[in-house]
Nanobody
Framework: QVQLVESGGGLARAGDSLRLSCAAS????????MGWFRQAPGKEREFVAF????????YYTDSVKGRFTISRDNAENTVHLQMNSLKPEDTAVYYC????????????????WGQGTQVTVSS
């Protein structure tokens, strides 16, 4: 089992920045690719960003490229999502995700989820 706990969500205005963090415990953190998905009301959970187990590869959905940056610290068992130039359409519950060995863009393939943290961006 891997336990994931998110923090850092909240209220922001368009153009602001927020930093999400996810603390992992349980299995060997460095064996897992880590990422973030989000889910807005009435919509499906969607891929946002993922980082490979080694940290050498990062992947983003097109709508956040150039604004969001995912990073990880394997010594601290944490993964972060720096969100800059926030837009109202970024409003959603953000979920930390773990997938053993490989990244994934698909929610059903995620092995473990955090409980989610709300991000609300006003115009």
């Amino acid at each position: 089992q891997v336990q994931l706990v998110e923090s850092g969500g909240g209220l922001a205005r368009a153009g602001d920045s927020l930093r999400l963090s996810c603390a992992a415990s349980g299995r060997t953190f460095s064996n897992y690719a880590m990422g973030w998905f989000r889910q807005a009301p009435g919509k499906e959970r969607e891929f946002v960003a993922f980082i490979s187990a080694s940290g050498g590869g990062t992947y983003y959905t097109d709508s956040v490229k150039g604004r969001f940056t995912i990073s990880r610290d394997n010594a601290e068992n944490t993964v972060h999502l720096q969100m800059n130039s926030l837009k109202p359409e970024d409003t959603a519950v953000y979920y930390c995700a773990a997938k053993q060995w490989y990244i994934t863009y698909r929610a059903p393939q995620v092995d473990y989820w955090g409980q989610g943290t709300q991000v609300t961006v006003s115009s």
